[in-house]
């Protein structure tokens, strides 16, 4: 089926829901894949997640700081570099990241393959630097799970309907998984962190600060709009509420703990 999205359209997806309940999306961002070892490490928990579900789409962020330092190079070259060449470069972080993920999961005998966010059917407007989804056609991770594989997706970036390569805004790729979510009918969003999970107050400030259980898509919403360093970008979470997505956010570095973000409370 082909697509075409309305020059103004809301976001649009194809294949909205054919997985209910099926599939699961797994967000790794840039803290969890520091190092060549963390790949080693998060695909260890991803082989776990896959025991149990075998559906899974994996998003993943550049390398630490990556981003930045890519950016920093941009200015050694031009002092305002222009952006469609600055996304043209930035996009190369995730890049990384997914072809070292899948080798990670292919050395452990796992099936993987990797997917830029073009080739993920993720489509965009053309503001480069700050694009917006427009739709999305994800025909190849289809294909890739109904052969058993992993897709393994870069995050943050995607492509104009004139073909260009488009970045979503610094913090991108947690719009990503969302977005791929819902256009894959996922049960839910799990977002792998260096916290675990989402606290009442900014636990470096608070120590005292109480992890909370469970909150709705506008808490979360209301909390990260306030945030200096959000846990989750804000429209990943309007994103999410629209489509009634859960999320979840949990540590790639322990099993304990984490937070579930839902339509509501379950004591509602
Ligand atoms: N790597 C991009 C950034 O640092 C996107 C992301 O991490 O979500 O902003
Ligand atoms: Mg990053």
New binding site residues.
Partial sequence: MVFRAPARARFTLINEGTYNGGMLVLKF??ASVRTPESFSKIAALIEERYQQDNRLVVVV??MG????QLVRLATQIHPDPPKRELDML?SV??RVSIALLAMALQKRGLQAVSFTGSQSGIVTSCDHFDARITSVHPYRIESALNEGKIAIVA??QGVSEVKEIT????????TTAVALGAALGAKAVEFFKDVDGIYEMDPDAFPLARRLEQMTHGEALQMVLKSKHPVL?PRCLELAEQKGLPLRVLSFESKEGGTWVRSSRSDE
């Fill in positions: 961002g840039g962020s550049a700081n990556m981003t930045d930035i972080g995730e995050g943050f970045t979503l805004g610094r913090g991108g790729s947690d970008h």
